[in-house]
């Protein structure tokens, strides 16, 4: 009864079992807070650029299908176009101008490199975009553990503790094991998020490489035909 009473006075707030965490328990919870800030920060950052690149890409298919002449729509691009879709078109043009002889005519392979310098430019953007996704798979695969290495660490001094004292009464036992949990909670809190949100911007991301590669496809299709015009 009277270890029951002590262990009601012991303040169990989270604040209070970091305070009282070992320095090594610390710097884990410190680390599993920083990985868990950061991950938020990529999932809100990665978020809002995918909402605002799939914003931009259905304004410029719209303005790329509305019939307009391909070099009127370049020359409103400009040399630095704003969207991933843009880059990616403005990559064909800028090979399709290059290709053009002084003649006239088109040099040899046009459709070649021209296929080359999309495919290119769709990796490229699509590599922009998944940048720092790596790190939420990183916080996934080793947050748990690193709050069970916490875990561990505490639960070890909580034994030390009452092996020092020779007690096991729950006064001596409980802090040590709450603080040892904190760390595993931690782990868990920064681990699932991160998995979530990797499998979910992946998945979107993965979505919109093969946007641009469809883009890709039909600019270059419209491309060819128009070479084989010119050349009959």
Known sequence: MEAAVAAQEID?????????????????????????VWSWAIIFEKTVRLRRVRAN????????????????LFERIG????????RVFAAGMNEWRKSVSKRGGLIPGTRERIDRSMTVAVARETEKISARLGFLATVGSTAPFIGLFGTV???KNAFEDIAIQQNTNLAVVAPGIAEALVATALGLLAAIP????????????????GELEN???EFSTILSRQIEKDAA
């Open 215 to 217: 883009f890709a496809d």
């Open 79 to 86: 040399r630095e176009p704003r969207s991933a879709i843009e």
């Open 194 to 209: 991160a998995v979530v949100a990797y499998n979910k911007l992946s998945a979107d991301v993965n979505g919109l490489g």
């Open 153 to 155: 660490w505490g639960i």
């Open 12 to 36: 169990f707030s989270l604040a209070a079992l970091f305070l009282r965490a070992t320095f090594t328990v610390k710097l884990v919870m410190l680390l599993l807070i920083c990985m868990s």
């Open 57 to 72: 890409s259905q304004m410029f298919e719209d303005a790329f299908w509305s019939g307009q002449a391909l070099d009127d």
